[in-house]
Antibody, heavy 121, light 111 residues
């Protein structure tokens, strides 16, 4: 079964750092792009960025460039989303998702269950 | 403000058909056949329902269909069922940003 398993909920204070993970299984992890999507409480989906674990090619949405870092460790089939200094406005649910196969696939066919990040003093 | 415009809410009775619109520009919806639709139930992850404007992934009911005309894409759900009550998001490739953009989402209520 193809699945993405995300790390558990996090509660952090403003200014702290954080790295959440997304582990792929049931498919060739290095052959599919993995994207990250933010959903703030009661709000819609926002595209953050995407990484190709095969060579770590990474693209960021302009809104998130410089705000987060996306990385991957292909040896353990895991993608990451990290912050160096969290803000209260980073409180949200974060989903990882797999991009469909092929160079002209602009959809996400498999989603993780999400990681809740709460930033509060 | 989202890059793609969706109605905030739509509603319909069981058995009826509803359509959700998704309006963009020639840089996204109108310029490419890369529109996708996602269903999200409360507290759950999004689920892919339609990709490449009108293609259905394996396992998705044929009551769900997609289309596009100009800068507006549409998701139609026929034979509405209680389980269809959810939020629906459109997404499109965009040439003006990185990868894709989402619509603001539409809450579907089954009366």
């Amino acid at each position: 079964e193809v699945q993405l398993v995300q790390s558990g909920a996090e509660v952090k204070k403003p200014g702290e750092s954080l790295k959440i993970s997304c582990k792929g299984s049931g498919y060739s992890f290095t052959s599919y792009w993995i994207g990250w999507v933010r959903q703030m409480p009661g709000k819609g989906l926002e595209w953050m960025g995407i990484i190709y674990p095969g060579d770590s090619d990474t693209r960021y949405s302009p809104s998130f460039q410089g705000q987060v870092t996306i990385s991957a460790d292909k040896s353990i089939s895991t993608a990451y989303l990290q912050w160096s200094s969290l803000k209260a406005s980073d409180t949200a649910m974060y989903y990882c998702a797999r991009r469909g196969s092929g160079s002209f696939s602009y959809y996400m066919d498999v989603w993780g269950k999400g990681t809740t990040v709460t930033v509060s003093s | 403000q989202s890059a793609l415009t969706q109605p905030a809410s739509v509603s319909g009775s069981p058995g009826q058909s509803i359509t959700i619109s998704c309006t963009g520009t020639s840089s996204d919806v109108g310029g490419y056949n890369y529109v996708s639709w996602y269903q999200q139930h409360p507290g759950k992850a999004p689920k892919l329902m339609i990709y490449d404007v009108s293609k259905r992934p394996s396992g998705v009911s044929n009551r769900f269909s997609g289309s596009k005309s100009g800068n507006t894409a549409s998701l139609t759900i026929s034979g509405l069922q209680a389980e269809d009550e959810a939020d629906y998001y459109c997404s499109s490739y965009t040439s003006s940003s990185t990868f894709c953009v989402f619509g603001g989402g539409t809450k579907l209520t089954v009366l």
